[in-house]
Structures are given as C-alpha cells and as structure tokens.
C-alpha cells in the first residue's frame, strides 16, 4: 500500500512539474534556466533596437520616436545656427516630453539616445548643466492629425525640437513626422 501511495504521489509531483513547464522552454545552452519564447527572442538579437522592430508593436515603439528625432537633429544641425562655427557649440538637453496620448513609450530611453546622437555631431556639445552652455534644447514628442492622405493612418508621429538661449527666448524650432500605411505596422 505504501509502494502504491508513494509511486501516486510521484506521479502526481511529475505532472505537476510538467504543467508547469509546458508553457516555457528550456534554454539548454545556460544549463537548464527556464525561458519564456520572448525572452529567448530578445536573447537571439543582437541589440535593443532590432528587438523592437521585430516585436512589431501596434502602437508606436521607442524606436519609432528615437530615429524620428534622429531625422530632425540632423536638419537642425545643418541649419545656418551650427554651421561654419569654429568650435562646437555647448547645448543642454533639458527634456523629452510625450505628448502622444496612445504610446507607451518610455521618455528616459528616448532622451538618452538623442543624447547620444547630439554628441556624435561635429557642431554640439552637450553638457550637463554643470558647464556653461550656450542653448537648452527641448524636445516634445506627439501626433499631428493627418488629411487627405487615403492611405495613411489618421495621425503621424511628430519630434518637435525647440531650441533656446540661456536667457529662455526660443532662437530656434525643427519639427519631423513618420506616417504609417493604414493598417501596417511599421512608420515611414
């Protein structure tokens, strides 16, 4: 009787533990660590930014808004305020606000790639505030209601850059915006 209940409570234990796994794989590569199909995904690619493509959100991404503030950085770095400078101009980013009511973005990720990208200009500099600078640079993420376009969406991704002096009188303004094919998922 005891060799009965002993083998039912085993059995039992074993379809435990397999119902508890059937929704997860197992990565044998890090010694049997359980992963989930996503996270194993993620671990597959390479970088950040290729996950997120591949993720195909319905909505827009991180990434939608970072390359979108990468296209007006660079025609705001060529307009006539940065160029034929003799040294790199010192700028402080001050902010990155959403104002796009349906993203779920996540605005520290995006004010660290653009400040990256403003570093790896000719014409910037950008400092902390703990160093004197020339101008503070905001940047204001949202959507603009698009018309007469059949075959886009109704709302576009917007990247305003507004550029002030120290003394706050805005100098400058770039303004970009990614369109989306009606019912695709990915921003042009």
């Known amino acids: 009787m005891k060799k009965i209940f002993k083998s039912g409570v085993m059995m039992a234990a074993s379809l435990f533990l397999l119902s508890?796994?059937?929704?997860?794989?197992?990565?044998a590569r890090?010694?049997?660590i359980i992963k989930t199909d996503a996270d194993l995904r993620r671990e597959d690619v390479a970088d950040y930014m290729?996950?997120?493509q591949l993720k195909k959100g319905a909505g827009p991404l991180d990434q939608d808004f970072i390359l979108l503030s990468y296209r007006v950085i660079r025609?705001?770095?060529?307009s006539d305020l940065f160029q034929n400078?003799?040294?790199r101009i010192k700028i402080a980013l001050r902010d990155v606000l959403n104002y796009h009511p349906t993203a779920q973005i996540r605005p520290a990720i995006i004010h660290e790639?653009?400040?990256h990208e403003l570093m790896n200009t000719e014409s910037l500099w950008v400092t902390d505030g703990s160093v004197v600078y020339?101008?503070?640079l905001d940047v204001e993420l949202g959507e603009v209601p698009l018309r007469n376009d059949d075959?886009?969406?109704i709302h576009a991704l917007s990247v305003m850059l507004i550029l002030s002096d120290v003394k706050g009188e805005q100098v400058g303004e770039w303004f970009g915006f990614l369109k989306r094919e009606k019912g695709g998922t990915s921003w042009y």
């Open 20 to 27: 508890c796994v059937a929704q997860q794989t197992i990565d």
């Open 30 to 32: 890090r010694g049997g």
């Open 50 to 52: 290729t996950y997120l």
């Open 75 to 78: 025609d705001m770095v060529q």
């Open 85 to 87: 400078k003799p040294q």
């Open 113 to 115: 790639a653009i400040e």
């Open 134 to 136: 020339d101008y503070v």
């Open 151 to 153: 075959q886009s969406e």
